[in-house]
Every structure is written in structure tokens, then in C-alpha cells.
């Protein structure tokens, strides 16, 4: 990836100096690449362009990854559809000029009050993951005079090889129908009058570097689709979920995304059915860092300490999942190495984003916490009433603002006193 390269000594962002960004914006702030993000999502757009079973594919962002504006409205201008979990994503891609037809809601909690949004935008299908959120679907479908388009999302009980916290495609796991309840669950569905069985979905797990389980699954979902054929109920597309992986450190290597997608696309080949995919972390977690700057240097009795300005609440991924994320400095300098671990300001020894880790630095150095770009900002919290950090969209010599730092009145705004 060459978004963020070191260029006369000072890393960049496309052709801006985060020295520049880091000025002009301040500090901690979310650092994106407009090229990037496109690159990513053309890349899945190449595979299926090139198969014969790629023919009218619908690449659907997992809003979750990265919810801004800007960034769903790139995407949505590149063609993309959008894989939403609540109302508000829904109404985010709408905001953002997504293209109902290309949105799919995924989630086990679909309130009654987010299946009437959806169902009155006209979104492209309902992924079910209960017997009963299908009966509500079908009450407020009937409701509203409308037949829902529906998934169901079956669980191939296939182990991704992942960290457990983002493993979902196992037994024990909250998410989707077991799949030997499946069949069952699709005939009660064709049976509902307000619901339009249409595909069929499963989502595995997250960060997968390997692929083979991805095949796996699709065994799994096809051997199905040929029983429901057999019954009479067709399916029209398969939805494959998210979950490729991202290289996050040196000794990772990232399986391109035609290495991912052409077994799949192979075994799909003939069968006349559309292909949906939810890929998130793929899409942005490489494209964005996190711009921080040393506060201190402390030299604790067993570690030495880089108290930097962002926190486990701008990046909660190393203290809830232990993830790693590279840190390396801005500008870098001669001088002492040291192990660090970086830590923030929060009052929480979780509070870190990254531990012993070798650095040449003084106060006042930038550091880039990098493939900060998917559950980053997402996932940030406001703990110890800290306001978000800023978001810069750069694009070649451009940088544009496309969130501004929250101020800390916004974060009280809600609040009020007893009389
Ligand atoms: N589709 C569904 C139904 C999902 O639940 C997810 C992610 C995706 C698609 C997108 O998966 P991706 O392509 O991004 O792997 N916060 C965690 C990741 C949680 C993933 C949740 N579901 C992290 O920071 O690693």
C-alpha cells in the first residue's frame, strides 16, 4: 500500500506532510487516503468483473467499519452498496446518496421501528436471523401493504481461524439460524404472505487471512441452495458477508482480493445466482491512521512509558481485542531507541495502543498509529469526556476536513440539570 510513505524524511499522506495536517488540524485526528479507499473497493470490482460469476455482483460496505459521510459517499458514487445494522447506518447511506436497491440490513436486532424504515426506503433485502424478527418482518411488511425481501442468514458452523471476540460463524455464536434448522426456516418463510424469500446469506467471522474457511462456508450455503431449489424455493442471490483480512503487521501477509474471491466465484460459475459481499475492514482499515503526538516521556520503574494525545477511546482495538496496529513516528529522528509502550491519557491500564515497542523519539514527535482506518473512529467513545478526534480526507495535494473535532460542549449538549 502506498497511501503513506516517507517522503524527504517526513511520512506522508498521498503528497501532504502529516507535519501539514497535524498544524492545521490539530491532534489526535483520523488521517484518511481518497486513493486508497478507491483502489480497495476497485479491486474487488476488477475480480468480479473479470468472472463470468461476477456478473451483476453488489460489493456492500460494512457501514460499520467506517461510518463518514464522505467515505460512504465515495463509495456510493464507485457504485457500492452498503451492509447496514441499525437505523441510523440506514440513514447515514441514505444521507450519504446511496442508492436504496444496493443496501442490505444485516443485525439480530432489527427494532420494528428500523424494518418500517427500511422496508419504506425500498432496500435490496432483510437478513434474518430469527424465526421470530421473520414474523415481525412479516407483520410490519403486511402492514405497510409491502412484500419484505429476505435472506436468511445461516450459520455453516465454520471455525474462521480468527480472534474469538470476531468469530461468528460457530454454534455457539449469537449470530444467524443454525444451519440444520435452515431448511425449516425457509419454508415457514415462503409460507408468509408479506415475505419475499429471495437469498441467502452467512458471515463467518472478521480479519480472516486465510481463505480457506470462506470455502467452506460457500460448500455449505450451495448444498443448501440445491435442497431449496428442490423444494421449489428459488434463490436469486448469495451473500457472502464480510471478513477478509487486513495486513496489520510485517509478518502478516494479506491474500489479494482475487485470491479470496475467484475460488468462490468459481464454484458459483452456472448457477445464475447474483453475488453479494459485505467487506468493511477491507475496504478502509488500511486507507486511514490515527495522527497523535507525544505529550511525555516518562521512564516508570519497569517500562519507559510515550504518553501520547489519543487514547482507548479514539482506538479501542488494542485494549478490547489486544489488536496491533504499527506505530511508527512522523519525522523520524537519530538518536537513543527505546521500548515504549504508548499509552494515552485515559485513567485505565487497558488504556494502550501499543507495548514495548522500539522508537526514537522526543515530546512534542508526531507518531502515526497505522491501518487505523476500519473500527477505528466507529467504535471511539467519548470516555473521560473526551471530544472525538478530527477526520482528513487526503486526496494527492489536497487535504479536505470531513469531521470536525467535536468541542466539548457538544458532548453535554443532551444533559440537564434537576430543577
Ligand atoms: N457483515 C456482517 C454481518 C458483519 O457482522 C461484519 C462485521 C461485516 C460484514 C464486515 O466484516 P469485515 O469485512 O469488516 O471483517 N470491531 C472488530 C470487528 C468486528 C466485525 C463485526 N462484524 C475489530 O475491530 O476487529
Known amino acids: 500500500m502506498t497511501a503513506f510513505t516517507l517522503q524527504n524524511g517526513t511520512l506522508h499522506a498521498e503528497s501532504v506532510a502529516l507535519t ?50 464522505a467515505i460512504l459517499n465515495l463509495f456510493a458514487r464507485q457504485g457500492a452498496g452498503f451492509d447496514i445494522v441499525s437505523g441510523g447506518e440506514l440513514q447515514r447511506v441514505l444521507a450519504a446518496g446511496a442508492d436504496p436497491q444496493k443496501i442490505v440490513f444485516s443485525g439480530v436486532g432489527k427494532t420494528a421501528e428500523e424494518m418500517r424504515q427500511a422496508l419504506e426506503a425500498g432496500i435490496f433485502c432483510f437478513n434474518i436471523e430469527s424465526i421470530p424478527e421473520l414474523d415481525r418482518l412479516n407483520d410490519i411488511a403486511g402492514e405497510l401493504g409491502k412484500k419484505a425481501p ?17 468469530s461468528t460463524g460457530l454454534k455457539a455464536a449469537k449470530f444467524g439460524v443454525a444451519y440444520d434448522d435452515a431448511l425449516a426456516l425457509y419454508r415457514r418463510a415462503a409460507g408468509l404472505a408479506n415475505i419475499a424469500v429471495t437469498g441467502i446469506d452467512c458471515h463467518i467471522g472478521s480479519q480472516l487471512l486465510d481463505p480457506s474457511p470462506f470455502i467452506e462456508a460457500l460448500d455449505r450455503i450451495l448444498a443448501l441452495v440445491d435442497q431449496l431449489a428442490a423444494e421449489g424455493i428459488r434463490i436469486h442471490h448469495v451473500d457472502l458477508g464480510g471478513g477478509l483480512g487486513i495486513k496489520y503487521r510485517a509478518d502478516q501477509v494479506q491474500p489479494t482480493v482475487a485470491a479470496y474471491l475467484n475460488p468462490l466465484l468459481d464454484k458459483l460459475k452456472g448457477r445464475g445466482l447474483k453475488v453479494v459481499l459485505e467487506p468493511g475492514r477491507r475496504l478502509v482499515g488500511n486507507a486511514g491512521l490515527l495522527l497523535t503526538r507525544i505529550e511525555y516521556l516518562k521512564a516508570g520503574e519497569e517500562k519507559n512509558f510515550a504518553i501520547i494525545d489519543a487514547a482507548m477511546n479514539d482506538l479501542m482495538r488494542p485494549a478490547l481485542y489486544e489488536a496491533w496496529h504499527d506505530i511508527v513516528p512522523v519525522t523520524p529522528r537519530p538518536g537513543v531507541t527505546q521500548d515504549y509502550d504508548v499509552v494515552g491519557p485515559v485513567c485505565e491500564t487497558g488504556d494502550f495502543l501499543g507495548q514495548a515497542r522500539p522508537l526514537t523519539v522526543q515530546p512534542g514527535d508526531l507518531l502515526a498509529v497505522m491501518s487505523a482506518g476500519a473500527y477505528g473512529m466507529a467504535m471511539a467513545s467519548n470516555y473521560n469526556t473526551r471530544p472525538r478526534a478530527a477526520e482528513i480526507m487526503v486526496d494527492g495535494t489536497q487535504v479536505h476536513l470531513i469531521r470536525a473535532r467535536e468541542s466539548v460542549e457538544q458532548l453535554y449538549a443532551g444533559e440537564k440539570l434537576l430543577p
Open 20 to 69: 501539514h495536517v497535524a498544524e492545521q488540524f490539530g491532534t489526535p485526528a483520523y488521517v484518511y487516503s481518497r486513493s486508497a479507499l478507491t483502489a480497495a473497493l476497485q479491486e474487488f470490482h476488477d475480480v468480479l468483473n473479470a468472472h463470468p460469476a461476477g456478473a451483476g455482483a453488489l460489493v456492500c460496505f460494512a457501514v460499520k467499519a467506517n461510518s463518514n459521510l
Open 150 to 166: 429476505v435472506s436468511l442468514r445461516v450459520n455453516p458452523n465454520v471455525d474462521p481461524k480468527t480472534h474469538p471476540y470476531i
